[in-house]
Nanobody, 121 residues
Framework: QVQLEESGGGLVQAGGSLRLSCAAS????????VGWFRQAPGKEREFVAA?????YYADFVKGRFTISRDNAKNTVYLQMNSLKPEDTAVYYC?????????????????WGQGTQVTVSS
């Protein structure tokens, strides 16, 4: 059974940092692009970052967030610095399973439960 588990979220003040982890079990995703997405209440799930043969970021996180992976641990990380209140959302990770757009959540599968990030002003 394939499972993705996100962790590392929490409550932080604006300007603070968090490091999210995405651990996969059941199969390895070292050959897949893995993406981070986020979803705020009432909004659609939006692309944050992805890592594969290259690294890709949404414009609104460039220079603040860093995605990385440890294939030996089958884990992908998202280091988030200079957090802003508008970064508040549930953060999800998933492997890209189709040839669709990198930034479209419909191209991904095996979603975990997500981890809540709340940034206070």
């Amino acid at each position: 059974q394939v499972q993705l588990e996100e962790s590392g979220g929490g409550l932080v003040q604006a300007g603070g940092s968090l490091r999210l982890s995405c651990a996969a079990s059941g199969r390895t995703f070292s050959q897949n692009v893995v993406g981070w997405f986020r979803q705020a209440p009432g909004k659609e799930r939006e692309f944050v970052a992805a890592i594969g043969s290259g690294i890709y970021y949404a414009d609104f996180v460039k220079g603040r967030f860093t995605i990385s992976r440890d294939n030996a641990k089958n884990t992908v990380y998202l280091q988030m610095n200079s957090l802003k209140p508008e970064d508040t959302a549930v953060y999800y990770c998933a492997p890209k399973l189709s040839s669709g757009s990198l930034s479209n959540f419909k191209s991904y599968g095996y979603w975990g439960q997500g981890t809540q990030v709340t940034v206070s002003s």
